[in-house]
């Protein structure tokens, strides 16, 4: 049993982690950079250390300064949130080294599926369906051309160390494999110090939905149904969704199946995610696996009843998953609109400073996570999201309507914010009839904008 976690992150995710231990009787410790001394996280936790100067470098990515702070305070455990380290193997590795248990599957799966070519390969020797493509790394620009000559171009060339969209490609024709191949290879030796490639059948707007999965030390793993996160401009999603609006009843099960087929693949321990690309024919394709809680996380916890973070920490402390797959039952319909302070109409420019006023929305429905309050002054140096407004409904019309309703009460003053932007995306035609794809807001930008 854990008595005390350090939460190694910031913002919304170190409140939602620090209200599952408050819960679930267990101390917290928080961490933060100098720039982030009056944040929320270290008024909600009962320790809290300071880990460096702004920069992630410096602080939410200082491994040496993390584990000090907790061999410090004695705690038992260290929950990463998402991005700064919850996706590190080194990390991980040094957590267990340290007897500090990393709440987070084992550094090993997270080396795994952080080398997404070596991760395809393995979900190809499993069956679970992954795009057309090659069968792991490609080498040269010899293998490259036979492997497109054989999948038909538009393909894909991919980062084995990007993921998230970081390190791709497209290419058309024969002519510009080699200058892409070799460009893209040389980035990602520049961004990753790995230019390892993979290749892939270019799917034309795609839909993207993930499964969230949770897996046990003793050999459980169930899903907890999909959600939907085609809604995103640039790689950054910006709504979504659980159930999709799009996805019937048999291909739910089918794709729930593969998910669990992927995940047992590699005896998939805590919190996951199964991301897939659909066609417009509704084959999908496995593309990559998140092995991290996920931003998006309060729309599956709302249709299911499941409170992630407290299996996650569950989990980590070597309990059984108390329901079965049988038992997950996914009720109404949840969405998620992010919050960013940025200006939508000037290129979505972040807009950080002081917040001079502000209201929330409540009622029956609403989820609020957000970590920003009065006089709170939003750092220029993190990722410009603050807050997440969740509705849940009976059926998607309901929580539409509640969520058209929470975005207009909402007040956030001193700073620019997107919210009239989700407001306009939520009205649009395509919204509204859940025939969206992931190329909506790239292609109708001015359109929503000029509504
Ligand atoms: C693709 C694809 C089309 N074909 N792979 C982007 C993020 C990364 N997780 C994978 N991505 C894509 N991979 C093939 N073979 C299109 C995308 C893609 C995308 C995927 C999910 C959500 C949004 C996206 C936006 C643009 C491109």
Redesign the pocket.
């Known amino acids: 049993m854990f008595t005390k976690i350090l939460i190694a992150n910031r913002g919304e995710i170190a409140l939602r982690i620090i209200r599952a231990c408050k819960e679930m009787n267990i101390r917290t410790v928080a961490v933060y950079s100098t720039i982030d001394k009056d944040s929320l996280h270290l008024t909600f936790a009962d320790e809290t250390v300071c880990i460096g100067g702004p920069a992630p470098k410096d602080s939410y990515l200082n491994i040496e300064n993390i584990i000090s702070a907790a061999i410090c305070t004695g705690a038992d455990a260290i929950h990463p949130g998402f991005g700064f380290l919850s996706e590190n193997s080194k990390f991980a590795h040094i957590c267990e080294e340290c007897n500090i248990a990393f709440i987070g599957p084992t550094y090993q799966m997270i080396e795994n599926m952080g080398d997404k070519a070596a991760a395809r390969k393995l979900m190809i020797e499993a069956g679970v369906p992954v795009?057309p493509?090659s069968n792991g790394v490609v080498c040269t620009i010899h293998e490259a051309l036979l492997v497109a000559k054989e999948i038909g171009y538009p393909i894909?060339i991919?980062a084995s160390a990007g993921?998230?969209?970081r390190g791709?490609r497209i290419v058309f024709n024969e002519n510009e494999l080699e200058p892409a191949f070799l460009s893209a290879s040389e980035e990602a030796s520049l961004a990753f110090g790995d230019g390892s490639m993979y290749m892939?059948?270019?799917?034309?707007n795609?839909r993207?939905i993930e499964f969230q999965i949770l897996g046990d030390n003793h050999g459980n793993i169930v899903h907890l149904g999909e959600r939907d996160?085609?809604m995103?401009r640039r790689?950054q999603k910006v709504i979504e969704e659980s159930p999709s609006p799009f996805i019937r009843e048999d291909m739910r099960k089918e794709m729930g199946k593969a998910a669990i087929k992927a995940a047992q693949a590699v005896k998939y321990k805590n919190a996951g995610t199964i991301?897939f690309?659909v066609d417009k024919n509704n084959n999908f394709?496995f593309?990559?696996m998140n092995t991290r809680i996920q931003v998006e996380h309060p729309v599956t916890e709302m249709v299911t009843g499941i409170d992630l973070v407290k299996e996650q920490i569950k989990i980590a402390m070597g309990k059984k998953l108390d329901f079965t797959q049988e038992d997950i039952n996914i009720k109404g319909s949840a969405i998620e609109c992010r919050i960013n302070a940025e200006n939508p109409s000037k290129n979505f420019r972040p807009s950080p400073g002081q917040i001079t006023a502000i209201y929330f929305p409540g009622g029956k429905g609403v989820r609020i996570d957000s970590h920003i309050y009065q006089d709170y002054t939003i750092p220029p140096t993190y990722d410009s999201m603050i807050a997440k407004i969740i509705t849940l409904g009976k059926d998607r019309t309901e929580a539409l309507s509640i969520m058209k309703r929470a975005l207009s009460e909402t007040v956030i003053e001193g700073i620019d914010n997107n919210i009239e932007f989700q407001l306009d995306l939520l009205h649009t035609k395509q919204f509204e009839e859940g025939t969206f794809d992931?190329?909506f807001i790239e292609k109708n930008l001015s359109k929503i904008l000029g509504r």
């Open positions: 795009v493509g894909m991919k993921g998230g969209g791709m892939e059948k270019y799917i034309q795609p993207h996160c085609s995103q790689h991301e690309i394709y593309i990559e992931t190329t």
